[in-house]
């Protein structure tokens, strides 16, 4: 069964402009994770982030992290086309027993 | 240049058959795993190993089989038992002892279809 949901499904911006995304999961996690895929690509690992810390910067990732209301959002600063992908947040649970990925958010940065 | 191949990139299947998707790492990580993604989903994990000679089942392991003789290969195979095999497969890797199932380091996927 799929822990993450993501919102919203689909997202459509300009360059320059910021993207946010969504991330809501059901139980108790040690980290959550977020990755991108482009089309009939694998996963990329962009960050991490464990249930004691709320924010955490990569570049121009910002990630936050709500255990209190079980979500977690993924903000994309100042987009660019080369940004397009799908995104999917992916939950470990406490017991360490295997990492669980939403449905995905698909963005798509015009130039 | 260090990474995860997976192979091949197509793969037809006919009925009764049994194949075998590749995927092989020089990262030199201890874990490796497999996912399964139909379009428009997330991915479902299948089969995962942590060290050689031992693996544990996903939530969807009926129908698929693995096998981890050497650090660097987890071969799977997806028998005739499984009845909805069409999907696009995804092989990774993450280095141990940092955490199982964290930053995880991904082929590029093997697309799978009956024919």
Known sequence: SQQGEEDPQALSIQEGENATMNCSYKTSINNLQWYRQNSGRGLVHLILIRSNEREK?????????????KSSSLLITASRAADTASYFCATVNTGFQK???GTGTRLLVSP | DGGITQSPKYLFRKEGQN???SCEQNLNHDAMYWYRQDPGQGLRLIYYSQIVN????????????????KKES?????????????AFYLCASSIQPTGIHEK???????QLSVL
């Open chain 2, 104 to 110: 995880l380091f991904f082929g590029s996927g093997t």
């Open chain 2, 54 to 69: 031992d693996f544990q089942k996903g939530d969807i392991a009926e129908g698929y089989s693995v096998s981890r003789e």
């Open chain 2, 74 to 86: 987890f071969p799977l195979t997806v028998t005739s038992a499984q009845k909805n095999p069409t």
């Open chain 1, 99 to 101: 990492l669980v990925f």
């Open chain 1, 57 to 69: 910067h990569s570049g121009r990732l910002r990630v936050t992290l709500d255990t209190s209301k």
């Open chain 2, 19 to 21: 194949v075998t998707l």
